[in-house]
């Protein structure tokens, strides 16, 4: 995979399209192109491209995606809890789309995430040089 | 961290090997045999076995954990 399709990422701005949609026709929908955001872990992705994946390639794997789950899940139980109620600015249907955006951004992290934490794992964690 | 002392370096260089050429041997990246080598990582029963058997040495003469607790045994 080539690191540059991370700038499919970019594509997530047009998120920002749903405030302006939002105002003239009241849709919603653009909000989900956030979830693009998270292409800008196929940057990380196409760095790892090509990698053997041994035994501890895939344990970093698992615990990239166990974080990077975790984190999305916080982030979706923080906001269950706090727009649950339905009354940001005393409006549901604020509520509603700062949920959706909300949620949309935490998958979108997810999938980034497990991506770089996967590269970091591999790559930052203290080795050493190499020895013959 | 991995709590025990790893002497694969010094049986791979008893057996001439590079880093490269025993992680290809033993099916692993060059850079897991590195974190191997400074106990940096903690390999499956599996790999370890592997790698017993590619330098030439048993198990426990590789990896050296500190024994926990003391033997009951009189």
Not at chain 1, 90 to 112: C, D, K, P, Q, Y
Not at chain 2, 26 to 53: F, W
Request: net charge neutral; proline share 3%.
């Amino acid at each position: 995979m080539d690191p540059r399709l991370g700038l499919l990422g970019s594509l997530g701005f047009l998120g920002l399209l749903g405030f302006w949609t939002y105002r003239v026709d009241r849709t919603i929908f653009p909000f989900v192109f956030f979830l693009f955001f998270g292409f800008f872990g196929f940057f990380f992705e196409g760095r790892m491209s090509g990698t053997l994946m041994d035994e501890r390639y895939r344990e970093n794997q698992l615990r990239a995606r166990t974080t990077a789950s975790r984190t999305a899940l916080s982030i979706i139980f923080l906001a269950v809890l706090l727009l649950g109620q339905g009354r940001l600015m005393g409006n549901l249907e604020v509520t509603l789309i700062a949920f959706v955006i909300v949620v949309v951004l935490a998958l979108a992290l997810e999938l980034f995430l497990s991506s770089y934490l996967l590269y970091r794992y591999d790559h930052d964690e203290p080795a050493g040089g190499n020895e013959a | 961290m991995p709590e025990f002392t790893c002497r694969l370096k010094q049986y791979r260089q008893q057996k001439e090997l590079t880093q490269e050429q025993l992680a290809a041997k033993v099916g692993v990246r060059r850079e897991t045999i590195m974190r191997l080598e400074k106990a940096q990582y903690n390999p499956s029963l599996r790999l370890a076995v592997d790698i017993s058997r590619a330098v030439g040495a048993p198990i426990e003469e590789i990896f050296l954990f500190p024994e926990e607790g003391q033997s009951g045994d009189g």
